[in-house]
């Protein structure tokens, strides 16, 4: 090996070190097998994740995408990292969520999973951080499979570690329609390859216009389009969802809430707009409609559901389909705004899931149960948690001077713009259903007395409730600032619907 | 299993070129067929094949679990450390040419490198996942002793051996199942 004397940049192979580094620590995580010592460790490596995504996020909006060569292998042969605008964006969402989440973790984790097994929750979350990172960044269709399954079978382990063995039932049925999803992924990119014989993502695109309305590319259309909706939960595909949200770890919660739906939406994007772009398939096919109609039966059925929860972690789970179905909603109008507003709530949503998911888990800590029942007096007994899932609830509901009124504007604007406006009359309808959901904790919360038996209910430590008011305040600081993050998706939709370059 | 002679016997004979078989699968991969994964599997199915015949007490005492979870985790560090040397060697990730001396050694040294930690990561899995399910008992850890202490090993008929090996494995795959089942109902 000649080491001396050759040109090593680190900037250069950034692409490659965003996902090597996560996924060189996780079996390093394995091998140390002590809980603090591994802690430690993803402490570091996610936080140096969200420096490498930052800086890469920056450099894409100084001078444009940057691609990358595996093994030097050259595009259409080789697999290709490439970010764009919506990849760079992505990266940062997932790594700073990543990065927010494992101070939190540490108390949470040690009360909610058992010693000998914690070492292997940070192993397998620098596992799934990896997938969702390598998902975002790489320009390979199979490729993405690859970092899809990655993510994942780490994220089935991480729900199953729970104490509570319900977690197991929720984590093997989240497997079932995780692997039916990622099957029919790769048979829809089985039968792209068929009919264009590359795998790059750039390359098919170029491809798939001549040959788009052959039935072989029809069918893979669709079966990647449903494969995915699987995985981001849309509804009525989202059966999975809350129970796996519901029995996981809460810091495993707080995580899969806000990263691991939103890259199947990314991958959605990528699918429709990337791939299929050239050939328009989402007006022509009418998936657009499809796709409309089930976002709006999301936001109700799903925030009516909601409402009727008793366990807190349940109910926002719940909501986490409702708020999928604005995302797709966003999308579906398929105009610059539309899309905008769409990746606009991947971020404010991570934000607000985060905070409010971050809560209960201080909640839980605290006492041991996530029914509602539960959170009397907290208003006076955890004032810190509770005034976060005001916040966090605030935001759902997207009342102004939080990230929920920034995603709602956008989205109203843009139903407008398409001159659908009794779609705009759905989505604030909708809202008073998340005003029902959310106010029905609070009201536990503050207007009931504590049980007479809890008096020893105190905060939760600082290591809790830092990251989750880091969360809670980035839902009001973005909402107040919406400036840098609707200007960075809105480029980013931009360049999906090749309106930009 | 002191009355098993023939089966005791063969499997000794066998061991030693089914690992043997493995490592040819493993380092001729680059020229013909086969490569880490194939080899790794092949190479697990020697200390699966002891386990069956000797025990699985026995087989962990030759392979402790901080054997294959070390496994598992060193040909991980393998495969992604060889794509790190290469950025030292300033090529890009995973990047054999720069290796050695010349591209065409360095291609050959990477990918058998690579395929080595394969190997290693695929052995010690399949390895765990035999020990897992192997060791795992649907009651309590004492009755499946008595089990295998009680079974007909008085008769020489190697279908014994199938039948034990597959009431095992379903038995406690089934209930597993079963109770997971039972929790989804409760």
């Not at chain 1, 491809?207 to 909706?229: C, K, N």
Request: hydrophobic fraction near 55%; glycine fraction near 10%; include cysteine.
């Amino acid at each position: 090996m000649s080491m001396a004397g050759t040109s090593f940049s680190l900037a250069e192979h950034l692409p490659a070190l965003q996902v090597v580094i996560p996924l060189m620590a996780a079996p390093v995580a394995v091998l140390i097998r002590r809980n603090t010592p591994a802690w430690s460790l993803a402490a570091v490596i996610t936080w140096i994740c969200l420096a490498i995504a930052i800086t890469l996020l920056n450099r894409v909006l100084d001078t444009g995408t940057i691609s990358y060569a595996l093994g030097g292998w050259a595009a259409p042969w080789g697999i290709e990292y490439r970010i764009d605008r919506i990849g760079a964006f992505m990266l940062v969402i997932v790594s700073a969520i990543g990065a927010v989440v494992v101070p939190y973790a540490r108390a949470s984790v040690a009360r909610e999973i058992s010693p000998d097994r914690q070492y292997l929750f940070y192993a397998m979350y620098l596992l799934c951080l990896a997938g969702l990172l390598g998902i975002a960044i790489t320009g390979d269709a199979f490729n993405l499979f690859v970092f899809l399954e990655i993510s994942s079978l780490s994220s089935y382990v991480l729900i199953s570690l729970a104490r509570d063995r319900r977690s197991l039932t929720a984590a093997y049925r989240y497997l079932i329609m995780g692997t039916i999803g990622a099957t029919f992924y790769i048979i829809g990119v089985g039968l792209m390859y068929m009919m264009t014989g590359t795998l790059n993502m750039a390359d098919l695109a170029q491809r798939i216009p001549a040959i788009a309305e052959t039935r072989t590319v029809l069918v893979a259309l669709g079966f990647l389009v449903v494969g995915i909706s699987l995985k981001l939960a849309l509804f009525p595909l989202h059966a999975w969802l809350p129970n796996a949200y519901a029995f996981a770890p809460s810091a495993v919660t707080v995580f899969l809430a806000s990263t691991a739906t939103k890259i199947a939406i990314y991958v959605l994007l990528r699918v429709l707009f990337t791939i299929f772009g050239k050939a328009d398939v989402i007006h022509v096919e009418d998936i657009g409609a499809v796709l409309m109609v089930l976002a709006v039966v999301a936001m109700f059925v799903a925030s009516t559901v909601a409402i009727f929860q008793d366990n807190v972690k349940r109910l926002l789970a719940f909501s986490s389909v409702a708020q999928v179905g604005y995302i797709i909603l966003g999308i579906s109008l398929v105009s610059q705004t539309g899309v905008a507003a769409g990746i606009i709530h991947v971020f404010n949503h991570a934000l607000m899931k985060g905070a409010l998911f971050m809560a209960v888990g201080c909640v839980f800590l605290r006492t041991g149960s996530m029914s509602v029942s539960a959170f009397a007096g907290l208003g006076r007994r955890m004032p810190v948690t509770m005034a976060a899932f005001v916040v966090g609830g605030l935001s759902l509901i997207g009342v102004p001077a939080t990230v929920g009124f920034v995603s709602k504007w956008y989205l109203i604007q843009a139903a407008l713009e398409a001159g659908l406006w009794p779609l705009a009359v759905l989505i604030l309808l909708s809202s008073l259903l998340a005003v029902i959901y959310v106010w029905k904790v609070v009201e536990v919360a503050y207007f009931q007395e504590p049980p007479s038996f809890r008096h020893d209910l105190r905060e939760a430590p600082l290591s809790m409730t830092v990251p989750m008011w880091l969360l809670a305040g980035g839902c009001i600081y973005f909402g107040l600032d919406a400036e840098t993050t609707f200007g960075i998706a809105h480029d980013a939709a931009g360049s999906l619907l090749g309106v930009l370059p | 299993m002191k009355e098993k002679p023939v089966l005791r016997v063969t499997s000794k004979l066998l061991i030693p070129p089914i690992m043997l078989f493995a490592l040819y699968v493993q380092f001729h991969g680059d020229f013909g067929p086969g490569g880490g994964f194939q080899a790794g599997v092949i190479f697990a199915s020697a200390f699966i094949l002891y386990a069956l015949i000797f025990g699985v007490d026995v087989a962990r005492r030759i392979v402790p679990a901080w054997v294959s979870r070390a496994g598992l985790s060193i040909g991980v560090l393998l495969y992604a450390g060889t794509g790190v040397a290469a950025l030292f060697g300033g090529g890009n990730f995973l990047d054999y040419s720069v290796l050695a001396h010349d591209a065409l050694h360095g291609q050959h040294l990477g990918i058998n490198v690579i395929e080595f930690g394969v190997g290693t990561t695929v052995a010690a899995a399949m390895v765990t996942i035999f020990f897992t399910f192997a060791s795992q008992s649907p009651h309590d850890p004492e009755d499946l002793r008595d089990e295998d202490d009680d079974a007909d090993f008085d008769d020489d008929f190697d279908d014994d051996l199938d039948d034990l090996i597959a009431s095992r494995t379903m038995s406690q795959g089934l209930s597993q199942a079963g109770g997971a089942g039972g929790r989804e109902a409760r």
